[in-house]
């Protein structure tokens, strides 16, 4: 069955799955973003291969969401895959069921200060990336399988119609705040551990958490970016340069970055979920 890391984009996803990766697949806890690629994205193109003809007609990847799921777990292993997608039910197509799901932890992150990072990220103005947030999207590659072999359609919704999908059942759900991450990441992934070890036989020891959280920290998730080591990055849609990934981190302060508009519409169209989460 699949435990699932999920988030809106640029929520700290990432940055989770290398903390995790690192757990599960390391012996002394020194991460690499070889590691991370054995936490896989999912929808991904290499699980529809089978069920879906034309990889940018969302209507045949919605209609086979559980059918991957279900050959994915014909093996009875359990696995963590990360997702963008949001927990919805489109025409009776659910994008899971209890049969495929075991658990969850969902990454959620103040979307005032998602702005700057959709915003680099989209290469988007700031207006753009609070619209962004605001109206349902779709995102994800719609090239052909010979085009592109990795990337695929996922229905965002708006962000707190993402947060609520994923948090609605709050059944073998760990919710992870991106500001706790960054305040405390270690009493963060504390957390992350104990609720792992409810699922998987995890073998760990404070040297190895230590070490964990050195080489997953943000700043040297950033300059093993900047050495060419990370592989996800985006493109800059004006001039093809690489996008960088790790933007802004804990620098990444919303009063000194957006709008008072901007600020504005985010907080009339998100309110019960900012406060909810203690964000206003």
Partial sequence: MIIWLASYPKSGNT??????????YSNDGNFN????????????????????????NFNEIKESWILAQDKINLDNQIKILKTHQGKYTVDKNSFTNNQNTLATIYIVRDP?????????????????????????????????????????QCLLGKWSDHYRSWTRNKNNLLLIKY???????????????????????IKTDDSKNKKILETTSFENLKKMEQKGLFKENVLNKKDDSKVNFFHLGPAN???????????????????DEMRELKYL
């Fill in 112 to 152: 005032r200060t998602l702005i700057t990072s959709i915003s680099n990220h989209y290469t988007l103005s700031i207006d753009g990336a609070c619209d962004f947030l605001t109206t349902p999207q779709i995102i994800g590659n719609t090239k052909k399988w010979e085009d592109k072999e990795t990337g695929m």
């Fill in 179 to 201: 500001e706790d991450l960054i305040q405390n990441p270690e009493n963060e992934f504390k957390k992350i551990i104990y609720f792992l070890k409810k699922y998987l036989d």
């Fill in 15 to 24: 940055w989770v799955r290398s903390m995790v990766s690192s757990l599960l």
């Fill in 33 to 56: 973003f070889e590691l991370m690629l054995k936490v896989s994205q999912f929808p991904e193109k290499k699980y529809f291969k089978d069920f879906v003809n034309d990889f940018g």
């Fill in 253 to 271: 302060n919303w009063k000194n970055n957006i709008n008072e508009n901007a600020k504005n519409k985010i907080e009339k169209n998100f309110y």
